[in-house]
């Protein structure tokens, strides 16, 4: 009879798991989620800073193919167009009463205010047809508050 109860009393010491197991385990999975989500919460503000450069660099091209079908106006310095600082809002007003700048830069412009957060631009045509296209907008949800992409060419 002894022999019998020593063998139970093996057999139903350990018979499950403990609430501190659990507790470490609930912790340790949380510590992993939250790991994950500032992960891809950081992919996301790279994505979207990235989206912005792509369109940067896109509107440059854009620019400067208009320049290259009108190069006898570019070359006389037409498309010069100096960064201002105004604000981005006042930026399709602005651009209507200045009746001297061609059409190209002022879609141009305005292309830039409304795909680009605060989106301004320059254009800078030298004696020797180097052309700067600087286009600067704000990526305060992304890595700094101001990005400035440059590209130079010639004509």
């Not at 310095?77 to 009746?99: C, F, P, R």
């Amino acid at each position: 009879m002894l022999n019998i109860y020593r063998r139970s009393a093996f057999i139903y010491t350990q018979a499950g798991v403990s609430m501190i197991e659990v507790l470490v385990s609930i912790i340790i999975l949380s510590i992993g989620l939250l790991g994950m989500a500032g992960l891809q919460t950081a992919g996301l503000k790279s994505n979207h800073s990235a989206s912005f450069r792509s369109t940067a660099s896109m509107m440059a091209y854009n620019i400067l193919d208009s320049m290259r079908a009108n190069r006898v106006v570019a070359g006389a310095g037409g498309y010069n167009h100096s960064l201002s600082e105004e604000d981005a809002s006042e930026t399709e007003t602005k651009v209507e009463a200045e009746a001297e700048i061609p059409e190209d830069i002022k879609n141009w412009l305005k292309e830039l205010a409304l795909r680009l957060p605060e989106g301004l631009g320059s254009i800078d045509v030298d004696a020797d047809n180097k052309v700067t296209v600087l286009i600067q907008w704000d990526d305060s949800r992304g890595a700094a508050t101001a990005q400035q992409f440059v590209m130079t060419t010639r004509l």
